[in-house]
């Protein structure tokens, strides 16, 4: 071959680079055998503590849920993991299919008509449908409430960077949207009114009224919704909701330190063409055979280029086939029972947790599996995550990071996977350390 | 390859015919609709717009690409036609007819003079008709 190129030596190929820097000699140890690097490897594993070592009560955005056992076994069948970007339809049935049931199952928890493959996360969801409101109405501000995940909100600012486009916040101090401070603010300048539910403290906001006050005006109503709660709540797009996003790492997918995570993105129908990501669609073939495509591309940007409707050019396959999964195995009755376990056993945990002394409530709204607890003056509420954590429980989130009227309260997560005991542990180690230095 | 000689073109590909003191159709040349092969959506622009001329109004949609579709001349939008929405088809069948996609009130009469002629359109796209 080097002759065929008219080169003597292989190292003529490398004259450009300079002599010094071809073939440097590195500091690096000597290797190790199979049985040394296993034995490194998983002395820096156990470093890292995982829901198995911990009880976690913690929350807010990435969830601690069961994923049956079948999730795994068929997800990680090299037919699956293997499958790469279905561009050409022929070679890609297997993966359009599972893409066309994953968005079928999306329509269907979220009550809307249709839904895109799939996008990054919750958060660039949730910025990707503010920006398809934006373009739809051609109007320059939004309202976002305040109950929504703060780094959600950070990350739709971003997005809106030098777009001059207005981003208001509504407050709830009450702990949910309140549809008549909606109907104050909305304006004819608003593209939308952005909501989540559950929202960010775990309470369920009214979203009938909140669309109802939003339409008045023209504006979009944009809902952030948490897929499990979906088992048994009524479905954003039963409520009035133009697109729902939200984040589906709680569908069989595992927390895993923070990601990979899922977005989904659903629509009205008449937001078709204007919605962004990959969308798969049911067809016949020339000899009248069912097949599936990628369709409508003429949205995307390997063809309409800056006027595409994002930059997005990819999907979270894997995810999504996993979420895909686990919502056939757990079907609709399924689903409710979990979602029905997650009420009941955070509700049992509230309950408990209040009657711990120096612990008082935040909100009085419903919630689904999340709550908000604060602790009386004076109590270190930093120092009692510690002493529990010592215990391999992790008790909450703090919320002083981004609500500093909330500074010391917790937010806590109770999900089907905690037992009695678990949660009975949990209240009780709490009591112990509350009393140990409060009395 | 028809290309009428009652109307005017443009570079775009878009023919343009003059309905009245006040009323300019617009539509896609017969030549075009060949390229782009089967129309499946258009995106028209919305009544009472003010369009400048060159500047990009409404798309086209074919099962290869999309492509920009622009006002001939400035002015505002007058009517669209509304039955591309139904039958995009049209604008493959019937390009200089019922294919139409917008007329404009023209604040620019001198405008119209500037439009390619039928011969001119067949030369520069070397068009046979």
Request: proline residues 5%; negative net charge; hydrophobic residues 40%.
């Amino acid at each position: 071959m080097l002759r065929a190129i008219g080169v003597a030596r292989f190292e003529e190929l490398l004259s450009d680079i300079p002599a010094q820097l071809r073939m440097p000699t590195l500091a690096l140890p000597a290797g190790l055998s199979e049985l040394e690097l296993l034995a490194k490897a998983k002395g820096l594993a156990q470093l890292n503590q995982s829901t198995e070592q911990v009880d976690s009560y913690l929350g807010a955005g990435m969830y601690d849920h069961h994923i049956p056992a079948v999730v795994d076994a068929l997800a990680s069948r090299g037919e699956f993991a293997t499958a790469y970007t279905p561009y050409q339809a022929e070679a890609s049935q297997g993966t359009l299919q599972a893409i066309y049931e994953y968005q079928t199952m999306i329509c269907e928890l979220t009550g809307m008509e249709v839904a895109n493959a799939s996008l990054y996360d919750g958060a660039s969801s949730l910025a990707e449908a503010a920006l398809v409101a934006l373009r739809t109405t051609g109007r320059q501000r939004l309202l976002v409430s305040q109950a929504v995940h703060p780094e959600y909100r950070q990350v739709l600012r971003t997005y809106l960077d030098g777009n001059g486009v207005h981003l208001a916040e509504l407050p709830v101090p009450s702990g949910i949207t309140e549809a008549s401070r909606v109907a104050e603010q909305v304006s004819p300048d608003v593209a939308a009114v952005i909501v989540q539910t559950p929202n960010f403290f775990g309470c369920l906001e009214t979203l009938a009224e909140l669309a109802e006050a939003a339409h008045a005006k023209g504006a979009l109503v944009i809902v952030c919704v948490y897929p499990v709660a979906l088992g048994i709540i009524q479905p954003p797009g039963a409520a009035g909701a133009d697109i729902v996003v939200g984040e589906g790492q709680s569908l069989g997918n595992p927390m895993s330190y923070g990601g990979p995570t899922l977005g989904f993105f659903a629509a009205r129908q008449e937001l078709v063409r204007k919605i962004p990501g990959r969308l798969a669609g049911r067809t016949i073939d020339a000899e009248q055979q069912c097949g599936y495509v990628l369709t409508l591309q003429a949205r995307e940007q390997h063809i309409r280029r800056e006027k595409a409707s994002s930059n997005i050019c990819t999907n979270e396959g894997l995810l999504a086939l996993r979420a895909t999964i686990h919502l056939s195995a757990l079907g609709p009755q399924g689903l409710r029972e979990v979602a029905l376990l997650n009420v009941q056993k955070s509700h049992y945990a509230y309950e408990q947790l209040l009657q711990v002394p120096h612990v008082a409530p935040v909100f009085t709204q419903p919630f689904f599996n999340e709550f908000v607890i604060r602790f009386s003056e004076g109590v270190s509420s930093d120092r009692l995550l510690r002493q529990l954590s010592a215990e391999r429980i992790l008790g909450g989130v703090g919320l002083q990071r981004w609500y500093p009227a909330l500074a010391g309260a917790w937010l806590v997560c109770v999900t089907e996977t905690k037992t009695k005991a678990q949660i009975d542990r949990f209240v009780e180690t709490l009591t112990k350390a509350v009393q140990a230095t409060h009395g | 390859m028809k290309i009428p000689s009652e109307l005017r073109y443009t570079k775009t590909h878009e023919w343009v015919r003059r309905q009245g003191e006040r009323e300019l159709v617009v539509g896609i040349t017969e030549h075009a609709q060949e390229e782009l092969k089967d129309v499946v959506f258009v995106e028209l622009p919305p009544v009472g717009k003010q369009v400048k001329a060159g500047e990009a109004v409404a798309v086209v949609e074919s099962v290869k690409a999309a492509f920009d579709i622009y006002a001939p001349v400035s002015g505002t939008i007058a009517t669209v036609n509304a039955q591309l929405g139904s039958k995009p088809q049209l604008v493959n069948q019937d390009a200089y007819g019922e294919g139409w996609f917008f007329a404009i009130a023209p604040s620019q009469p001198g405008e119209w003079e500037q439009l390619m002629s039928a011969g001119d359109y067949a030369k520069t796209f070397q068009v046979s008709t």
